[in-house]
């Protein structure tokens, strides 16, 4: 019995700790920012640090009314809406702000074109978490950066435990296999 339990014990901790390895994006260098595939010029760099700059600076930002407060009708007001469901406003002011006038919308599947979707993540990409019960992607958000298979994100309409229907602008981290798509909108 007790051969058993040090045998999980083990494995528990290779599985684990296999999240704690080296980085395949070291934080801090601009390997977090670019891959072979996707956008490696500095231009591209120093766009993805400023949509995450940005999106930064609105943690904490949070609701006063259901989908309402000042700053949130600010983001549902650059895609034309008022009191929605506001995780892809949040996404879509970011890259406005960032000076991309693309995205614009406050349906989180419309995050991801096909010409958009990217396979690897890298920070300042945006990410969609699909839900069964929708049948859709119903929520989005920015990858801050990524630390082998865990990404950290910055989120709109979320909350500490990672609702899609939250009272505000919280950080995550989220495993890369319950992201459904990833979209590049910094690449040309």
Same mark, same amino acid.
């Given at each position: 019995?007790?051969?058993?339990?040090?045998?999980?014990?083990?494995?528990?901790?290779?599985?684990?700790?296999?999240?704690?390895?080296?980085?395949?994006?070291?934080?801090?260098?601009?390997?977090?920012?670019?891959?072979?595939?996707?956008?490696?010029? @500095?231009?591209?760099?120093?766009?993805?640090?400023?949509?995450?700059?940005?999106?930064?600076?609105?943690?904490?930002?949070?609701?006063?009314?259901?989908?309402?407060?000042?700053?949130?009708?600010?983001?549902?007001?650059?895609? #034309?809406?008022?009191?929605?469901?506001?995780?892809?406003?949040?996404?879509?002011?970011?890259?406005?702000?960032?000076?991309?006038?693309?995205?614009?919308?406050?349906?989180?599947?419309?995050?991801?074109?096909?010409?958009?979707?990217?396979?690897?993540?890298?920070?300042?990409?945006?990410?969609?978490?699909?839900?069964?019960?929708?049948?859709?992607?119903?929520?989005?958000?920015?990858?801050?950066?990524?630390?082998?298979?865990?990404?950290?994100?910055?989120?709109?309409?979320?909350?500490?435990? #990672?609702?899609?229907?939250?009272?505000?602008?919280?950080?995550?981290?989220? @495993?890369?296999?319950?992201? @459904? @798509?990833?979209?590049?909108?910094? +690449? +040309?």
């Amino acid at each position: 019995m007790g051969a058993v339990k040090i045998l999980l014990g083990i494995v528990c901790f290779v599985v684990v700790g296999r999240s704690w390895g080296i980085d395949r994006n070291i934080i801090g260098d601009d390997s977090t920012y670019q891959n072979k595939n996707y956008g490696g010029d @500095h231009v591209a760099v120093q766009n993805r640090k400023n949509i995450i700059a940005i999106a930064k600076k609105e943690i904490g930002v949070q609701e006063s009314m259901e989908n309402s407060s000042p700053r949130i009708d600010e983001y549902n007001a650059y895609v #034309g809406f008022k009191k929605v469901a506001w995780c892809a406003s949040f996404v879509s002011w970011c890259h406005w702000q960032a000076g991309y006038p693309q995205p614009k919308t406050a349906w989180s599947p419309a995050l991801f074109p096909a010409k958009r979707l990217a396979k690897n993540p890298m920070a300042g990409m945006v990410f969609g978490i699909y839900f069964n019960d929708l049948k859709r992607i119903g929520h989005a958000g920015i990858v801050e950066k990524v630390r082998n298979d865990w990404i950290f994100s910055i989120e709109g309409n979320t909350s500490l435990t #990672g609702s899609r229907e939250g009272t505000g602008v919280y950080r995550r981290m989220r @495993h890369v296999r319950s992201i @459904h @798509h990833f979209a590049d909108w910094v +690449k +040309k």
